[in-house]
C-alpha cells in the first residue's frame, strides 16, 4: 500500500506579464494553485482517514508591481500584493492541521498588502 507523502505541495503554475523601459517597469503576476486531494494526505493515530485533515482549496491571487530608476544607482519598488483581498492557505502552513480545527483562519495567508522598497547600489 502507498503512503501519501505530505511534503509535496499541490502543483502551482504562475502566469505574467512584464513591461520593462529604459527607467521604469511595471509587472503583474497570477499564481494559482490547485487544491489539496484528500487522496495525497497521510493519515496518523490522530486522524483516522486523510478526511480528517484540512485539505486546502484552490486559488488563485493577484500581484501587481512596478519599480523607477531616477538615478543610475537608485531603484525604486512597489508592489501590490493579492490585490483582491483573497482569502487562502499554504497546504505547508496547515498540513496536518484537523480540518474540525477552530484556529485555521490563523494559518491563512496575509491579504492585500503593499511592498515598497529601495535599492542604492555603491
Do not use: C
Not at 497521510?42 to 486546502?56: E, L, N, P, V
Amino acid at each position: 500500500m502507498k503512503t501519501a507523502l505530505d511534503t509535496v505541495e499541490p502543483l502551482r503554475t504562475v502566469l505574467g506579464l512584464r513591461y520593462e523601459a529604459p527607467t521604469w517597469d511595471l509587472r503583474a503576476d497570477a499564481p494559482h494553485v490547485q487544491h489539496k486531494q484528500a487522496s495525497r494526505i497521510s493519515t496518523s493515530s490522530t486522524a483516522s482517514t486523510a478526511d480528517d485533515y484540512y485539505a486546502t482549496p484552490a486559488y488563485t491571487v493577484l500581484n501587481l508591481g512596478a519599480s523607477w530608476k531616477p538615478l543610475p544607482n537608485l531603484t525604486l519598488n512597489a508592489n501590490l500584493n493579492n490585490v483582491f483581498d483573497t482569502k487562502y492557505w499554504n497546504w505547508s502552513d496547515v498540513r496536518g492541521q484537523l480540518a474540525s480545527s477552530t484556529v485555521l483562519d490563523a494559518y491563512t495567508a496575509p491579504g492585500r498588502n503593499v511592498q515598497v522598497s529601495a535599492r542604492y547600489e555603491f
